[in-house]
Nanobody
Framework: QVQLVESGGGLVQPGGSLRLSCAAS????????MGWYRQAPGKERELVATITNRGSINYADSVKGRFTISRDNAKNTVYLQTNSLKPEDTAVYYCNVVDARSFWYWGQGTQVTVSS
């Protein structure tokens, strides 16, 4: 059993910042990729950012220059620093982990709302 526990979501004004965290625990085989996805109301879930165990990073074009992903391999934790937030960043943000067997795991989601 694998658990992904997210934290850090909330309500923020446009231009503000939030730091999301996701800690993985349980029977985790070697973690390969950690990342964040998001889903806005009425839209499909989309990739925000991913980071491999070797530090290779990928960002969605919409967040490049504003969001920063990082990970602590010793703690099986991934972070997403979100800056210069816009109303269109409003969504439920989901943590994702892919292990070395290519098994995917999802967190329960954390709401990020950007509004004045």
């Amino acid at each position: 059993q694998v658990q992904l526990v997210e934290s850090g979501g909330g309500l923020v004004q446009p231009g503000g910042s939030l730091r999301l965290s996701c800690a993985a625990s349980g029977s985790i085989f070697s973690i390969n990729v950690m990342g964040w996805y998001r889903q806005a109301p009425g839209k499909e879930r989309e990739l925000v950012a991913t980071i491999t165990n070797r530090g290779s990073i990928n960002y969605a074009d919409s967040v490049k220059g504003r969001f920063t992903i990082s990970r602590d391999n010793a703690k099986n934790t991934v972070y997403l620093q979100t800056n210069s937030l816009k109303p269109e960043d409003t969504a439920v943000y989901y943590c994702n982990v892919v292990d070395a067997r290519s098994f995917w795991y999802w967190g329960q989601g954390t709401q990020v709302t950007v509004s004045s």
